[in-house]
C-alpha cells in the first residue's frame, strides 16, 4: 500500500533562512508527487508536482522540490523564507489508479522574525 | 470566478442526527472528492466520484454517503453511524485522472454537541 511520511511535525526557521521539509515515500510504481500548502481554516493549494523527467520541480511562490527515486524522497525546499509562509505543508502520492492522493501527516511551518 | 464552494462553514450535529455537507464547484470537473481532516494525519478520502451518478468508496467510507447527481454537485452525508465526526471537511474536484491538480474548497468544520 502507498504511504507517505513527513518526519517532521513541526519546523521553525528565521525568516530569510533557508527552508528544506522532508517526505518520503512508499510506492512501487513510479509515482505523482506533490506538494501542497494550507493556511489555517483553509483548503489546499498546489505548490508543485512531479509526474516524470526532470527530478528538480519548480513551482510557485519560489519553492522547488527534488524527487530522489533511491533514497524514495521528495523534499520541499525555498532558499530564502518570508514570514508568509508560516503554513501547514503536505506531501502526496498519487495511486496508480484515478487521482486519489495519499498524504503525509503534514509539517507545520513557523516563521520567526 | 471559477471554484469550489463548500458550506457551511461550521457546522454542529447533535446525537444521532444525520448532517449533510454541500460542495459546488463550477470549474466544469468530472471528478470530485471528499476528504477528511483530523489534526496530525493528514487528509483521509472519504468517497469519490470520476462521473455524475457514480462514486467509489475511499478509505474511510464507513458512516458516510454521498451522491453525484449533478456535474457541479457532490453533498457528503454523515450519518449517526459514525461515532466520530468531529474533523475539518475538505472537498476537491479534478479535471480528470491520473495526477491531475487537486483543486480544494475552503472546507467545512464539523463537531459534536
Known amino acids: 500500500a502507498q504511504s507517505v511520511t513527513q518526519p517532521d511535525i513541526h519546523i521553525t526557521v528565521s525568516e530569510g533562512a533557508s527552508l528544506e521539509l522532508r517526505c518520503n515515500y512508499s510506492?512501487?510504481?513510479?509515482?505523482?508527487l506533490f506538494w501542497y500548502v494550507q493556511s489555517p481554516g483553509q483548503g489546499l493549494q498546489l505548490l508543485l508536482k512531479?509526474?516524470?523527467?526532470?527530478?528538480l520541480v519548480q513551482g510557485i511562490k519560489g519553492f522547488e522540490a527534488e524527487f530522489k527515486r533511491s533514497q524514495s524522497s521528495f523534499n520541499l525546499r525555498k532558499p530564502s523564507v518570508h514570514w508568509s509562509d508560516a503554513a501547514e505543508y503536505f506531501c502526496a502520492v498519487g495511486r496508480e489508479y484515478g487521482n486519489k492522493l495519499v498524504f503525509g501527516a503534514g509539517t507545520i511551518l513557523r516563521v520567526k522574525s | 470566478d471559477g471554484g469550489i464552494t463548500q458550506s457551511p462553514k461550521y457546522l454542529f450535529r447533535k446525537e444521532g442526527q444525520n448532517v449533510t455537507l454541500s460542495c459546488e464547484q463550477n470549474l466544469n470537473h468530472d471528478a470530485m472528492y471528499w476528504y477528511r481532516q483530523d489534526p496530525g494525519q493528514g487528509l483521509r478520502l472519504i468517497y469519490y466520484s470520476q462521473i455524475v451518478n457514480d462514486f467509489q468508496k475511499g478509505d474511510i467510507a464507513e458512516g458516510y454517503s454521498v451522491s453525484r447527481e449533478k456535474k457541479e454537485s457532490f453533498p457528503l452525508t454523515v450519518t449517526s453511524a459514525q461515532k466520530n465526526p468531529t474533523a475539518f471537511y475538505l472537498c476537491?474536484?479534478?479535471?480528470?485522472?491520473?495526477?491531475?491538480?487537486?483543486?480544494f474548497g475552503s472546507g467545512t468544520q464539523l463537531s459534536v454537541l
Open positions: 476537491a474536484s479534478s479535471a480528470g485522472q491520473g495526477g491531475e491538480k487537486l483543486f
Open positions: 512531479y509526474f516524470s523527467g526532470d527530478t
Open positions: 510506492y512501487g510504481a513510479t509515482p505523482y
